[in-house]
C-alpha cells in the first residue's frame, strides 16, 4: 500500500510506477519523498536497474541507518552478477576505505601481539593487502566479508553477537578444543568460563584450531585479541598442528599444573546465567528444575519467588554498606566464609548480581552436585517465580495490538540479570489447555486452603482463560538481550522422549549431558515416585485433562486463539475443528465457559462475603449480589474486548513498538527418539 504521502500523487498518475514517482520528486528536488518513493520501488521492481538506481539515489540522500538499505541491495545485485564494477567502487568508497586505517592499524596490532605470544607457532603473517578475506563494515559490530579469490560477498558477521552458537563443553574430559570461532563474544565467553590451569591443578588451556591461516589471519582486521591473549589461556593451532593437541605443559614449556592446589570457585569468576523462565503457571517447570539438579556444572536451586531473591539481595547489601572494614565484616556478617565475605567486601563495583552468586555459591542444596574441580566455571541456574504471568492487551494509535507484563519488565530491569555477562534462556511448554486445567484445579484448592484457615486475605480463582489466551511469553523480540539467546522446549518431548530432549537441551545451554540428568532429584539426592528413579519421566501428567476444571467451549476458545503456537510448536488440535470462526461463534464459546465461571464465583462470593457494609439484613445480600454481578460483568466485557482484537490476527508487538516473533524451538536428533514426536 502506498505511504500517505504519495497517495495524492498516485491519484494523478494512476500508470505511474513507484520508480517514476521517485524520478520525478527528484527532479522536483523533494528529496525526502523521493528517498520513501524509491525505498518502495526496491520492493516493487525486480528489476536490477530500477534497484541499482534506487539504491544510489536512498545511500546518497538517505538520513540515519537508511544507509542499510543500499548496502544490503549493493551486496545481493553484486552476487547476482550485475553492475559488479560499479558496485564495488560504490561499497568501497562509501564503506571500506572511510574504515580502511582503523581495519588496518588493529590487523598491525593483533599480529604484533600474537609475534609476542607463547602459545602460537606460526609468525608468517601476511600483508594486509594480501589478505583472503576484505570486510565491509555494516554498522559499528558488523560486517560483510568479500572473498578475493571467489569475488563475492558472504553473509553478514556480528563479531560480537550475543549468542553462544558452540557446544564447548560438551565434553570436559579433556581440554577444551574449539575449531574456527571467530566471534569475538564467544572468545571471550570460553576466556571467563574455562578456569585457569592452575587454579584446576591440571593443564586446562583452550585450544582453538583454524583450518586456514590465511583466513584466521583475516578475521584479525575485526577481532581484539588483546584481552584475550593477556589470560594466557589459549593455545592456537592451525592446519596440520592439530596433532599437538593436547600439549604437555611439563614437557613443552616446563610448567607442571600438578603441584598447583584445586582453587574454590570466586564469586568473580561466575558470568553465566541459565535463565529457566516461567511461561506460565502448572508448565512443568519444577520436572525441569528437577533434572538440572545436582548438575555438576551448575549452581542449581528450586524455583525461588522473585521479591524474595530481592529481599535476601537487599539485606546482605546493607550488611556489607553498614560495615567500615573487613574486620568488622568477618565479625558482622554470617552465613558465608570468610574467603566470600573478603572477595565481596573488597570489590569496589560489587553489584546484585555478585551477591546472588555468593548466595548461590555458598548454599549446600545449590552446590549439592558441583564438581569442584571441573574444568569450567558453574553457571547460574535461575528460575525467578512469580505468582501468576498476567498479560495486558491494548491497542496502539496505529491499531497495532500490544501485549505486555509487568512481571516481564520487572525481569528485564533487574540489575541481577544485567549483571550477567552471557545469558542462556530456556522456556518450557506445556500443552495450553492442559496447563490451564492444572491452573484451575491450583487456584481454586489455593482458595479452598484460604477460606479455611480463615485467612483475611482471600485466593481467588481469576479469569484464567483470558489470561491464558493473552500468555504469549513465548513470543519475544528477538533484539531483547533476555531472549537473544534462547529457546523453547516442550514438557510432553522431555517426558516421552528424555534423551533426545536433554541432550538437545544440554548442547543448547553449553553444558555436558550428565548423568545427574537421566533422573529427577532434589537437593542433590534422586526422588523415588514409588516406580523408581526414571518415574519422575513417567508421562501421565501430558495426558491429563482436567475434566473437572476446564470444559470443551473453553478448550476450543484457547486453541483457536492460540492456533498459531500450536501450530509453530507441533500440537494439534484436540478440541478445536479447524473450521472457520466469526463473532457469534466466539460469543457462542464466551456463553459456554461454565466450568470457568462456575469457579470464578464460588471463590468470589468468599471475597464480596467479607466486605462490610453499612446496611444489614436482606439489603446487605442484596448488594453484595449486586457487587458479583457488576464484578462478572465486567470480566464479560473485558472477555469480548480481547476478542476483538484478537480477531483481527495474532499480530503483536510490545511496548516499545518492536514485532514480537515465536521464539526458536528446540530441535530434537531423531537418532535419540525412543518413542515418537508428541503432537
Known amino acids: ?65 537508511d544507509y542499510k538499505i543500499s548496502y544490503t541491495f549493493f551486496r545481493d545485485l553484486y552476487n547476482r552478477g550485475v553492475f559488479q564494477e560499479n558496485i564495488l567502487e560504490i561499497m ?37 593487502e594480501d589478505l583472503p578475506l576484505r570486510f565491509y563494515p555494516y554498522d559499528d559490530n558488523s560486517y560483510t566479508p568479500f572473498d578475493m579469490e571467489a569475488q563475492r560477498f558472504g553473509e553478514y558477521v556480528n563479531f560480537r553477537d550475543t549468542v553462544i552458537k558452540h557446544n564447548f563443553f560438551h565434553d ?26 592452575e587454579d584446576v591443578a591440571r593443564e586446562n588451556h583452550i585450544y582453538l584450531y583454524y583450518n586456514s591461516w590465511p583466513l584466521f589471519c583475516s578475521y584479525l582486521t575485526c577481532l581484539n585479541l588483546k584481552p584475550l591473549l593477556d589470560s594466557r589461556k589459549f593455545v592456537f593451532l592451525f592446519e596440520d598442528e592439530r596433532c599437538k593437541y593436547p600439549i604437555d605443559f611439563k614437557e613443552e614449556f616446563g610448567v607442571d599444573y600438578s603441584q598447583c592446589t584445586v582453587q574454590p570457585v570466586r564469586v568473580g569468576e561466575v558470568t553465566k546465567l541459565v535463565w529457566h523462565t516461567q511461561l506460565s503457571t502448572h508448565n512443568g517447570g519444577d520436572f525441569f528444575n528437577e533434572v538440572f539438579d545436582s548438575h555438576p556444572n551448575l549452581l542449581c536451586l528450586p524455583s525461588m519467588m522473585m521479591y524474595s531473591v530481592e529481599e535476601s539481595i537487599k539485606k546482605s547489601r546493607e550488611a556489607f554498606e553498614r560495615v567500615s572494614s573487613l574486620k568488622q565484616a568477618l565479625e558482622c556478617i554470617e552465613g558465608w566464609p570468610p574467603q566470600t565475605i573478603e572477595e565481596l567486601y573488597r570489590m569496589r563495583d560489587r553489584t546484585d548480581k555478585d551477591i546472588l552468586v555468593a548466595i548461590f555459591l555458598n548454599n549446600e542444596m545449590a552446590t549439592a552436585g558441583l564438581d ?12 525467578p517465580h512469580f505468582h501468576n504471568i498476567v498479560y495486558s492487551l491494548k491497542v496502539d494509535e496505529k491499531n497495532r495490538a500490544v501485549l505486555n507484563a509487568a512481571n516481564y519488565e520487572l525481569v528485564k530491569k533487574s540489575p541481577i540479570f544485567q549483571g ?44 484464567a482463560i483470558s489470561e491464558r489466551v493473552l500468555n504469549r511469553s513465548f513470543m519475544i523480540d528477538p533484539e531483547d538481550r533476555l531472549y537473544h539467546d534462547s529457546v523453547l522446549v516442550r514438557l510432553e518431548d522431555g517426558k516421552l522422549n528424555p534423551k533426545a530432549t536433554f541432550s538437545a537441551l544440554s548442547a543448547f545451554l553449553d553444558l555436558p ?37 476446564v470444559n470443551d467451549s473453553e478448550r476450543q476458545f484457547i486453541e483457536y486463539f492460540l492456533r498459531d503456537a500450536y501450530e509453530y510448536y507441533g500440537y494439534s488440535f484436540q478440541y478445536y475443528d479447524d473450521s472457520a470462526v466469526d463473532q457469534k461463534k466466539t460469543e457462542e464459546w464466551i456463553s459456554g465457559f461454565d466450568t470457568m465461571n462456575h469457579y470464578i464465583i464460588e471463590t468470589w462470593k468468599e471475597v464480596f462475603g467479607t466486605i462490610k457494609l453499612a446496611v444489614d439484613g436482606e439489603e446487605k445480600d442484596a448488594q453484595r449480589q449486586q457487587m458479583l454481578e457488576s464484578f462478572l460483568d465486567d470480566m464479560y466485557k473485558n472477555r469480548v474486548r480481547i476478542v476483538k482484537i484478537l480477531m483481527r490476527g495474532l499480530n503483536f508487538i510490545n511496548e516499545n513498538g518492536q514485532p514480537l516473533r515465536m521464539m526458536p524451538k528446540l530441535e530434537l536428533n531423531p537418532a535419540l527418539l525412543e518413542q515418537s514426536v508428541y503432537h
Open 1 to 65: 500500500m502506498p505511504v500517505p504521502f504519495l497517495s495524492g500523487i498516485l491519484k494523478g498518475y494512476r500508470r505511474m510506477k513507484a520508480i517514476e514517482i521517485a524520478q520525478r520528486l527528484a527532479q522536483l528536488n523533494e528529496i525526502d519523498k523521493a528517498v520513501k518513493a524509491y525505498k518502495i520501488a526496491l520492493t516493487e521492481e525486480p528489476d536490477p536497474t530500477t534497484q541499482m538506481e534506487a539504491a544510489a539515489y536512498i545511500l546518497q540522500f538517505g538520513k540515519g541507518e
Open 372 to 383: 569442584r574441580e571441573s574444568r569450567i566455571v558453574p553457571a547460574v541456574f535461575f528460575q
Open 92 to 128: 568501497g568508497e562509501a564503506f571500506f576505505e572511510p574504515n580502511l586505517r582503523l581495519m588496518k592499524s588493529r590487523y598491525d596490532r593483533n599480529c604484533k601481539y600474537l609475534s609476542k605470544y607463547p602459545y602460537i607457532f606460526r609468525s608468517d603473517f601476511p600483508k594486509f
Open 420 to 463: 550477567f555477562k552471557y545469558i542462556k534462556t530456556f522456556t518450557p511448554m506445556r500443552r495450553f489447555t492442559t496447563s490451564h486445567g492444572a491452573t484451575v484445579r491450583f487456584m481454586y484448592a489455593s482458595a479452598l486452603a484460604s477460606n479455611k484457615e480463615g485467612k483475611e486475605t482471600k485466593s481467588v480463582v481469576s479469569d
Open 513 to 549: 549431558y550428565t548423568e545427574s540428568m537421566t533422573y529427577c532429584s532434589e537437593n542433590g539426592k534422586a526422588r523415588d515416585y514409588g516406580g523408581g528413579l526414571t518415574d519422575g519421566f513417567d508421562p501421565a501428567p501430558i495426558y491429563r485433562t482436567y475434566d473437572e476444571y
Open 172 to 197: 570436559l574430559e579433556n581440554p577444551i578444543l574449539a575449531e574456527d570461532v571467530t566471534s569475538q563474544y564467544e572468545l571471550e565467553y570460553l576466556r571467563d568460563n574455562v578456569r585457569k590451569s
